[in-house]
């Protein structure tokens, strides 16, 4: 092919390219030979091993961290037990035997409403809703009958009632009926098991209701 007529720009691009500069090639370096471990059984040690540390898993943890709440709520409840007198609290209804503990109540229903659901199994003489530090229902109240047969009705017809689409659980009170009832609550009135009751469970495992007949 002719180089004639061709522009210097088109020209330099057939020139040869430099030489490449020359390096020597890489020695590769000889690999140690493998041997046995005859040689270095002098840095094994002859004692027993040291106790395998055994580390907490996820559940273990979670276990562990319940089982120290409730020790520590357990010393917490024990402190206050010394101290608790349900005869001592004035704001209490004044014959025990004839009051019944309410549970599982509607946030909504006020003592015009309970009233009004169980003036039907008699004259009642006092009804007292549980509120909280910001005057909020707890959820339970406490209502005392003038006679015994209105409080025994109550309590044997009155139990899983709905009111405000709830049903409603009924008891008799324990704090001042039931000697060493160590569960109370704010108000000074044992109720069951873990401070009130949410489940009907929990109130036949642990009070024994189908044993025992309210207090005449």
Known sequence: ???????PHILILFQARPLLNFYKPIQKKKSKEYTGIADFLNYFEDTEPPPKIKLENNIERKERKKKEKITYNELIMKEKRKNYDPFKNNDLTSDAHKTLFIGRLSYDVNEKKL???FETYGKIRKIKIIYDKNDKPKGYAFIEFE???SFNEAYKLAD???IENR????DIERGRTIKNCSNRNVKGSCVC???YIHTYICLFTCCFRSTLTPAL
């Open 1 to 7: 092919m002719s180089a004639i007529g061709m522009p």
């Open 115 to 117: 009233k009004k659901e």
């Open 147 to 149: 006679h015994t047969k």
């Open 160 to 162: 899983g009632k709905k």
């Open 167 to 170: 049903r409603i659980l009924v």
């Open 193 to 195: 098991a873990h401070t």
